[in-house]
């Protein structure tokens, strides 16, 4: 089935300076994107979706940038925070056998780390 | 804060018993989505209710059901409890009302379950 992978576990960061969280996905067909984070004792918070129309979107901060091309995707979080430390997945609809069109399919997630 | 509640946070419990999450979708929304959260299989999903209909099945076990009820709280419920289904179990909600296209899920704060 379809599958989203992140290229690295762990990604630690200067307090200030920009991030960049990468996503591979394998199935070409996929036209949804969405990324989440999810902070310490704490369910997924939405971020920031695209749409396989769009090579980019823009949010508070974030930005989202889809390669359809190579398949990739990234998440750029500008001027980090403390507060943006957390795990980030990517994800996208389907690639269950039963037929779960709606149902998400999460990379690994990567853990993102702010040094003060 | 995402809208969607869950009970109870914690959940200890002994291998063969049975328990049952409760989930309270954002306010209007028609769909709620189970989710499994564990350290080897990363983020699953289960199933997917809409307006009190399964829609969807994902990888749940022919152990688990669940159940969407005309005020549109969700119940999962997991019997003949094994060591391996320690994890987080988290619903998440959407408006139910895009049409077929792809909706923001939101996701609850989850129950941690503990098999002893």
């Known amino acids: 089935g379809e599958s989203v992978g992140l290229h690295l576990p762990t990604l630690s960061v200067q307090e200030g300076d920009n991030s960049i969280i990468n996503c591979a996905y394998s199935?070409?067909?996929?036209?949804?994107f969405i990324w989440y984070k999810q902070e310490s004792g704490k369910g997924p918070q939405f971020i920031i979706d695209?749409?396989?129309?769009?090579d980019k979107r823009q949010g508070q901060r974030v930005t989202v940038l889809l390669n359809k091309t190579v398949k990739h995707l990234s998440l750029q979080i500008a001027a980090t925070q403390p507060g943006d430390s957390a795990v980030y997945f990517c994800a996208e609809p389907g690639g269950y056998s039963g037929g779960g069109a709606d149902g998400l399919t999460f990379g690994k997630g990567t853990h993102l780390i702010i040094q003060p | 804060d995402s809208g969607v509640t869950q009970t109870p946070k914690h959940l200890i419990t002994a291998t063969g018993q049975r328990v049952t999450l409760r989930c309270s979708p954002r306010s209007g929304d028609l769909s709620v989505y189970w989710y499994q959260q564990s350290l080897d299989q990363g983020l699953q999903f289960l199933i997917h209710y809409y307006n009190g209909e399964e829609r969807a099945k994902g990888n749940i076990l022919e152990r688990f059901s669940a159940q969407q009820f005309p005020d549109l709280h969700s119940e999962l419920n997991l019997s003949s409890l094994e060591l391996g289904d320690s994890a987080l179990y988290f619903c998440a909600s959407s408006s139910g009302l895009a049409g077929g296209l792809q909706e923001t899920q939101y996701f609850g704060p989850g129950t941690r379950l503990l098999v002893l």
């Open positions: 695209i749409r396989s129309n769009m």
């Open positions: 199935n070409s067909a996929s036209d949804y």
